[in-house]
């Protein structure tokens, strides 16, 4: 039978998958119909957008659901539960990501006298990632609200890659987050860190967060507030120069 950990490692990597497609998609369609300027071609693009996302939340929130019911019965708890579906984001959320994301970052770059070809690239990338977190954030908030309403479960735990940014080593590095505690899965653009669920405090450690807890507290000994996130981030950056930790355990 699957562990615990297996099953959240492939969990996040279906959603890392998802997140691919949801990049590779967006990015698609804003290169072929970015227009500025143009009210009419922006509102179509919108519409675009929106299903794209939307397709790609419903795969994620489902993804989720899967996975959840799953590791429900690999921890054997007893009685019935289904989690419910995160519904689709507000439509002013992905104009807005778009504006910000897209047309401000083509603006930037135009100013900035990069060409309009490459402009439009690198807006187009930075949108993909900003999209594929909005479709992403449907699994983690999916998995965290089961967490909230099933009895059952105790909490939730960030699970990365072996190779994540120091922001999300540093996340991951803090360990489960209970029930009867407070805390939103903060994500960055193109990140596919997921939540997973946990059952039992004797076994709330999973994937490879256990190792990055000891590294946290090596390296962050005597600081705090940025000083120690300072800190951090010199580690994480210089850990394959140093020939210490791998952060691939």
């Known amino acids: 039978m699957a562990t615990q950990t297996q099953l959240a490692e492939d969990y996040r990597v279906e959603q890392a998958r998802l997140s691919a497609e949801t990049t590779r998609d967006v990015l698609a369609l804003w290169l072929a119909t970015y227009e500025p300027g143009s009210p009419s071609v922006w509102r179509a693009l919108i519409a675009g957008l929106t299903a794209v996302v939307n397709r790609f939340r419903n795969r994620s929130s489902r993804q989720a659901v899967t996975y959840y019911l799953e590791s429900r019965g690999v921890a054997r708890v007893p009685g019935l539960f289904v989690p419910r579906p995160t519904p689709e984001p507000p439509p002013m959320l992905i104009e807005a990501t778009a504006r910000i994301a897209g047309a401000r970052s083509y603006g930037r770059s135009i100013t900035a006298r990069m ?18 977190r909005i479709a992403l954030d449907a699994g983690r908030q999916t998995v965290m609200d089961a967490v909230e309403e099933d009895r059952e479960a105790i909490g939730w735990i960030r699970i990365t890659d072996v190779d994540p940014c120091a922001f999300c080593a540093m996340l991951a590095s803090r360990g489960p987050v209970f029930s009867e505690d407070t805390a939103d899965f903060q994500a960055h653009a193109h990140c596919a860190c997921i939540a997973a669920a946990v059952w039992s405090r004797d076994e709330a450690w999973l994937g490879h967060s256990e190792d990055l807890y000891q590294q946290w507290k090596r390296e962050t000994a005597g600081e705090s507030g ?14 394959d120069k140093t020939g210490g930790d791998s952060g691939s355990p």
């Open 226 to 239: 940025k000083d120690a996130i300072r800190a951090w981030r010199r580690h994480w950056n210089n850990r």
């Open 115 to 132: 060409s309009e070809t490459q402009a439009i690239q690198n807006s187009g990338v930075q949108l993909a990632g900003a999209m594929s």
